[in-house]
């Protein structure tokens, strides 16, 4: 029987030892290292950051760093003057920069501006060892609300969340995720009941106040709604959800967000 496509190309979850070509490892050093030495702050994030709390090995082509727009604007000039290729993909949340066929990727926040990169998100990150470079790895914290938003109908990172839930037994910074997600709770009760329904047994990992907390809040919502409420499907994916805008007439609150953002980032951190 002919398989999908999606069966055919996405990987099994795995923690065995994943084959880097040594090409790869070694342009992924040189940028860790100039950056390191730069002083740059940064944290690495990615496949990388998933590994280092949940145990799972996943090939990758692509080296994430989170930065803020002036550290990413900082980080693509010192690229530059070492022969990378260097854009500003989208200043609300990515900058890339490449040579040959590996990529580097500068992230600032969600591409859909509901989460934005700080320097508390360098602060908070955890020493590690990354290809041989001793540097930092994105938070659990952030790592789960990073990957909050990443529920679009060709990827899923639902999955990497409830992962670092378990991997870590749940011993996380319950307030600061909360703080991270703010106002969009929502997504983050979504991605606990899905942990609670793969790993039922485990469901004290999530302290009972974050759930009663949580469950109340869904609770008050759902008898009390309120009838102003802005439409919020963009801010999941802007395609599924474009009929609710471009032809329902409902709100582009994604538009919104991004547009508020940009007002926000200084001028030189839009281009190069």
Same mark, same amino acid.
């Given at each position: 029987?002919?398989?999908?496509?999606?069966e055919?190309?996405?990987?099994?979850?795995t923690?065995?030892?994943?084959?880097?070509?040594?090409?790869?490892?070694?342009?992924?050093?040189?940028?860790?290292?100039?950056?390191?030495?730069?002083?740059?702050?940064?944290?690495?994030?990615?496949?990388?950051?998933?590994?280092?709390?949940?145990?799972?090995?996943?090939?990758?082509?692509?080296?994430?760093?989170?930065?803020?727009?002036?550290?990413? +604007? &900082?980080? =693509?000039?010192?690229?530059?003057?070492?022969?990378?290729?260097?854009? #500003?993909?989208?200043? *609300? /949340?990515?900058?890339?920069?490449?040579?040959?066929?590996?990529?580097?990727?500068?992230?600032?926040?969600?591409?859909?501006?509901?989460?934005?990169?700080?320097?508390?998100w360098?602060?908070?990150?955890?020493?590690?060892?990354?290809?041989?470079?001793?540097?930092?790895?994105?938070?659990?914290?952030?790592?789960?609300?990073?990957?909050?938003?990443?529920?679009?109908?060709?990827?899923?990172?639902?999955?990497?969340?409830?992962?670092?839930?378990?991997g870590t037994?749940?011993?996380?910074?319950?307030?600061?995720?909360?703080?991270?997600?703010?106002?969009?709770?929502?997504?983050?009760?979504? +991605? &606990?009941? =899905?942990f609670?329904?793969?790993?039922?047994?485990?469901?004290?990992? #999530?302290?009972?106040? *974050? /759930?009663?907390?949580?469950?109340?809040?869904?609770?008050?919502?759902?008898s009390?709604?309120?009838?102003?409420?802005?439409?919020?499907?963009?801010?999941?994916?802007?395609?599924q959800?474009?009929?609710?805008?471009n032809?329902?007439?409902?709100?582009?609150?994604?538009?919104?967000?991004?547009?508020?953002?940009?007002?926000?980032?200084?001028?030189?951190?839009?281009?190069?």
């Amino acid at each position: 029987m002919h398989q999908p496509p999606h069966e055919q190309t996405v990987p099994e979850t795995t923690s065995g030892p994943i084959s880097i070509p040594e090409e790869q490892q070694s342009l992924f050093r040189e940028i860790l290292e100039l950056l390191e030495k730069k002083g740059t702050s940064f944290c690495v994030a990615g496949a990388f950051a998933l590994r280092e709390h949940t145990g799972i090995c996943r090939d990758t082509k692509d080296l994430d760093l989170f930065l803020t727009p002036a550290n990413a +604007a &900082l980080a =693509l000039r010192h690229l530059r003057e070492k022969g990378f290729e260097c854009e #500003v993909r989208d200043p *609300v /949340w990515l900058y890339k920069a490449h040579r040959d066929e590996f990529f580097v990727d500068l992230i600032t926040g969600m591409s859909n501006a509901t989460i934005v990169v700080d320097d508390s998100w360098i602060e908070n990150a955890k020493p590690a060892c990354v290809q041989g470079v001793q540097t930092r790895v994105l938070a659990a914290e952030e790592l789960v609300a990073s990957k909050l938003f990443i529920a679009r109908r060709e990827r899923f990172d639902g999955a990497d969340v409830v992962h670092v839930i378990y991997g870590t037994r749940g011993k996380l910074d319950w307030q600061r995720i909360l703080r991270l997600v703010g106002e969009h709770w929502e997504m983050l009760l979504w +991605a &606990l009941v =899905l942990f609670r329904y793969c790993y039922p047994a485990q469901t004290h990992y #999530v302290p009972k106040d *974050v /759930w009663s907390g949580l469950l109340t809040r869904f609770q008050d919502a759902v008898s009390r709604p309120d009838q102003t409420a802005p439409f919020r499907g963009s801010l999941v994916d802007d395609k599924q959800f474009a009929i609710d805008v471009n032809e329902w007439g409902l709100e582009n609150l994604m538009t919104e967000f991004r547009d508020r953002r940009l007002k926000s980032i200084p001028a030189n951190c839009k281009t190069l």
